[in-house]
């Protein structure tokens, strides 16, 4: 009797080996398929530089002025160039880092697009806002910055720095996609009676 326990335990397991290898679907098993059709997935970027319009190098300074007196004016020029593939809004604000407060309110500021006004006014005062669209690639601004001939003789031989800040935020609503840089400038006038 003992050999016959394991001669008809090794049968079953063998038929039950049998049929599992055999048995392709049951009720227990599950299928699932998903099919996406047109799922892209897109990295998008914000970028933009301040370029130099004679010879489009990076600029980081805009003013650099010594000896400026009543009545003298300098002008620079900025291009802003788009290097993305998104479309932006941006603007231009003013703030004073050192020097002289009154010095820089003093200071006047008129700022041209295609020989166009934008701004005519106090350096301080001054806030621009404008956009490139995806296809736009650049926008050129021309900076005339003078001091006025009434200026009293109190802002001689005094400084202004200043930062202008460049910022982006992308044209898409809702987007956080944002850059900015920074233009520096130093004015230091001269003497005069």
Do not use: H
């Amino acid at each position: 009797m003992k050999n016959e326990r394991p001669s008809w335990f090794k049968l079953i397991f063998f038929g039950l080996m049998v049929l599992l290898a055999t048995a392709r679907f049951t009720d227990a098993d599950f299928l699932d398929r998903e099919d996406i059709f047109d799922n892209v997935f897109q990295a998008l970027t914000l970028d933009f530089s301040n370029l130099n319009t004679a010879n489009l190098t990076e600029k980081s300074l805009l003013f650099n002025i010594f000896g400026l007196q009543p009545s003298g004016f300098t002008l620079e020029s900025v291009r802003i160039k788009q290097q993305a593939e998104l479309g932006f809004t941006y603007q231009v604000v003013v703030e004073q880092t050192i020097g002289n407060p009154a010095l820089c309110q003093a200071l006047q500021l008129r700022v041209m697009r295609d020989w166009q006004v934008l701004y005519e006014g106090s350096l301080m005062g001054f806030n621009y806002s404008s956009s490139l669209a995806s296809d736009d690639t650049w926008q050129d601004l021309v900076f005339m910055l003078s001091l006025p001939a009434q200026a009293p003789p109190d802002l001689a031989n005094q400084t202004c720095g200043f930062n202008m800040y460049v910022t982006t935020l992308s044209g898409e609503q809702g987007s956080p996609f944002t850059d900015q840089e920074v233009l520096t400038s130093q004015v230091q006038t001269g003497s005069w009676l």
